[in-house]
């Protein structure tokens, strides 16, 4: 009996130590994806501030002109497939509270095979965390930002569709 549970406590943390790297994996991914495009980036592009948006995602902490001061980022995992993440991989919580923004990975976040979706996930939710939440914004800044640094972006025209981007002001490279 001992040992079968000690069996299961092992099957636990491993599979939380494999999600835990498939967070750090979309993370390093959207890091150099960032680090590849950020010179053809400005200091702004689609409303984002670039030097914020990059602190965001490299340091988990930014100085923030939309939410004034500063920002920390909480990542946090979320076991249970209900509310925000019955629909979606990820969603950041907004506005901040108490100089933090929570950024909330959901069990379909750690999908195996994956690896694109995810960070594509961090690249866009990167965005609400540093200006918002308007959809076809994030969603424009990171395919500029895959475009940018591999020539190609993820295709999204259903999503695009979805969110009413067409009239948004947003376009996808």
Request: contains cysteine; proline residues 4%.
């Amino acid at each position: 009996m001992i040992r079968l549970l000690l069996v299961a406590l092992s099957l636990c943390l491993c599979s939380a130590a494999l999600a835990q790297s498939a967070t750090e994996r979309a993370f390093d991914a959207a890091i150099a994806q960032t680090e590849a495009a950020l010179p053809q980036l400005g200091t702004e592009t689609f409303g984002v501030d670039v030097t914020a948006y990059r602190d965001a995602l490299s340091l988990r902490r930014f100085t923030s002109r939309q939410w004034g001061g500063e920002i920390t980022v909480a990542v946090v995992s979320e076991s249970r497939e209900s509310g925000s993440c019955a629909r979606y991989a990820a969603y950041v919580r907004l506005p901040p509270e108490r100089g933090a923004v929570r950024l909330v990975l959901c069990p379909q976040f750690s999908t195996p095979g994956a690896d694109d979706l995810r960070r594509l996930t961090i690249l866009h939710e990167m965005v609400h965390v540093v200006a918002g939440s308007n959809e076809c914004q994030a969603m424009a800044f990171a395919a500029r930002i895959e475009q940018l640094a591999t020539g190609s972006f993820t295709p999204v025209t259903r999503y695009w569709e979805a969110n009413g981007c067409a009239g948004s002001g947003y376009a996808l490279p």
